[in-house]
């Protein structure tokens, strides 16, 4: 079965530079969510899209924004790279909201 | 503030054994409950999940617990196998529109040794 595909698979950036995370939804879901994953941490909730439209919005640097593309596939654009931001970034997707969410592999995002 | 709290973390069985994860929560308009399981470096996999019409659910050896009035959920695996040895988060979430991200619990790391 087709799963979540995101990319790059890991991104090296220096800081101050910007990075862009693509992810393509499980054909037919209309929702995709982000999340960041520090290092022994839980998942946070970035922010979602449904439809389209920004849907539920997280603890999102105003240095980061998103957008979903009329193909549902979504884009996370990151500027401004601190070294905090070195994380794992998922990208999930679900059929409508309020129904399971399955993730992607992830980009490990390193900031030197 | 943790909105879902999970416990133990860590836990460490032998092969056959029965880990039990716990999880509580405070807010009553959480009424979706998933598990997921992450290996290293991979990102989580759904495994089970249970709505609070029903106290219990079970897919193959994962069996969910679910009490209502005490706000709490459990997770235990049957029959543990070495394989199984990962991180488990439990996760919540309204379900209203517009508000269904997942909180997540801050993960249980699981070790089966033969």
């Known amino acids: 079965a087709a799963g979540v595909i995101q990319s790059p698979r890991h991104l090296i950036k220096e800081k101050r530079e910007t990075a862009t995370l693509k992810c393509y939804p499980i054909?037919?879901?209309?929702?995709v969510y982000w999340y960041q994953q520090g290092p022994g941490q839980d998942p946070q909730f970035l922010i979602s899209?449904?439809?389209?439209?920004?849907?539920d919005k997280g603890s999102i640097p105003d240095r980061f924004s998103a957008q979903q593309f009329s193909d549902y596939h979504s884009e996370l654009n990151m500027s401004s790279l601190e070294l905090g931001d070195s994380a794992l970034y998922f990208c999930?997707?679900?059929?409508?909201?309020?129904?399971?969410?399955?993730f992607g592999p992830g980009t490990r995002l390193t900031v030197l | 503030q943790q909105q879902v709290k999970q416990s133990p973390q860590s836990l460490i069985v032998q092969k056959g054994g029965i880990p039990i994860i716990n999880c509580a929560y405070e807010?009553?308009?959480?009424?979706?409950f998933p598990w997921y399981q992450q290996f290293p470096g991979k990102g989580p996999a759904l495994l089970i999940a249970?709505?609070?019409?029903?106290s219990e659910k079970k897919e193959g050896r994962f069996t969910i617990s679910f009490n209502k009035s005490a706000k709490q959920f459990s997770l235990h695996i049957m029959d543990s196998q070495p394989g199984d040895s990962a991180t488990y988060f439990c996760?919540?979430?309204?379900?209203?529109?517009?508000?269904?991200?997942?909180?997540f619990g801050t993960g249980t790391r699981l070790q089966v040794f033969p």
């Open positions: 999930a997707s679900s059929f409508g909201s309020y129904n399971e969410q399955f």
């Open positions: 807010n009553t308009a959480f009424d979706y």
């Open positions: 996760a919540a979430t309204s379900g209203s529109y517009n508000t269904d991200k997942l909180i």
């Open positions: 054909p037919r879901h209309d929702t």
């Open positions: 899209f449904y439809e389209k439209m920004q849907s």
């Open positions: 249970i709505r609070p019409d029903v």
